[in-house]
C-alpha cells in the first residue's frame, strides 16, 4: 500500500509542478491533469503540495511499523 502511495504521490507531484510551470512561464498546458479538471494556476501548487504530504505520511509510517 505505500508504495502505490509514493508512486501517486510522485506523479501528484510532476503533474503539479508541471501544470503551473506551463501555464506561468509558457502559456501552455503541460502534463495530464489539465484534461481532467480545469484548475486556476494556484491549484496545480496543491496538487504538488497533496504529492509531498502523501509521500511524508507513506514515509512515516513505514518508520512506524519499523520501530
Given at each position: 500500500?505505500?508504495?502505490?502511495?509514493?508512486?501517486?504521490?510522485v506523479?501528484?507531484?510532476?503533474?503539479g509542478?508541471?501544470?503551473?510551470?506551463g501555464?506561468?512561464?509558457?502559456?501552455s498546458?503541460?502534463?495530464?491533469?489539465?484534461?481532467?479538471?480545469?484548475?486556476?494556476?494556484p491549484?496545480?501548487?496543491g496538487?504538488a503540495?497533496?504529492?509531498?504530504?502523501?509521500?511524508?505520511?507513506?514515509?512515516?509510517?513505514?518508520?512506524?511499523?519499523?520501530?
Amino acid at each position: 500500500m505505500r508504495g502505490i502511495v509514493n508512486i501517486v504521490g510522485v506523479i501528484a507531484i510532476i503533474q503539479g509542478l508541471a501544470g503551473f510551470a506551463g501555464r506561468m512561464w509558457f502559456d501552455s498546458t503541460w502534463g495530464f491533469l489539465h484534461r481532467l479538471v480545469d484548475l486556476p494556476l494556484p491549484g496545480y501548487l496543491g496538487v504538488a503540495a497533496a504529492g509531498v504530504v502523501a509521500i511524508i505520511w507513506a514515509d512515516s509510517a513505514k518508520k512506524r511499523e519499523g520501530s
